[in-house]
């Protein structure tokens, strides 16, 4: 089946550092990428849609100078926090898939601390 | 405002009961799907249901789409500690290929 791998599982930073989260699909080819913000005990906020060679679109209120997306190739994604504050501390979920019919695969997450 | 909303958000039960979790909205979706999350872990994919009326049946589970697309439920005969975790449902509107997800109910299961 297909297999998202997330990278890192749990990062902790200063205020101010960026952090950059990895997204990978490692047995098919993702044009397109979804990153997900989940607090606790909360449900799955969708961030913003991540495209291969393109850029990336925002949900209402997604801030994009701060939380920048790269889709380079077709197999990898990645969203950098920038300039990080407490505030942004959260669980941070990249998913890939088949489309809405068949399902998607949701990486393991990371965990961001930002101290 | 929630666009899908589930009930109830909390359930604990005892292990052998029955329960069910509902999810609704107001809109019409092209596909539901059910995830299942732990702790510290991404959602997995339990099933997807694309068909008005259609129902799922996985081992102890059974999912059930709505004849109008807006709603749909998961019943889980005998409940066991490790169907604990928060259930998660998610749709998709037209041909978007984004997932809009529910609020999520976090189901306990005691032994």
């Known amino acids: 089946g297909a297999v998202v791998s997330q990278h890192p599982s749990w990062v902790i930073c200063k205020s101010g550092t960026s952090v950059k989260i990895e997204c990978r699909s490692l047995d098919f080819q993702a044009t397109t990428m979804f990153w997900y913000r989940q607090f606790p005990k909360q449900s799955l906020m969708l961030m913003a849609t991540s495209n291969e060679g393109s850029k990336a679109t925002y949900e209402q209120g997604v801030e994009k100078d701060k939380f920048l997306i790269n889709h380079a190739s077709l197999t990898l994604s990645t969203l950098t926090v920038t300039s990080a504050h407490p505030e942004d501390s959260s669980f941070y979920i990249c998913s890939a898939g088949q489309g809405y019919v068949y399902g998607y695969t949701f990486g393991s997450g990371t965990r961001l601390t930002v101290v | 405002t929630q666009l899908l909303e589930q009930s109830p958000q909390f359930l604990s039960i005892q292990e052998g009961e029955n329960l069910t979790v509902y999810c609704n909205s107001s809109?019409?979706?092209?596909?539901l799907q059910w995830y299942r999350q732990e702790p510290g872990e991404g959602p997995v994919l339990l099933v997807t249901v694309v068909t008005g009326g259609e129902v799922k049946k996985l081992k102890r589970l059974t999912f059930q789409f709505g004849d109008a697309r807006k709603d749909s439920s998961l019943h889980i005969t005998a409940a066991q500690p490790g169907d604990t975790g928060l259930y998660l449902c998610a749709g998709a509107r037209g041909s978007a290929r984004q997932l809009t997800f529910g609020s999520g109910t976090q189901l306990t299961v005691l032994p």
């Open positions: 809109s019409v979706f092209s596909s």
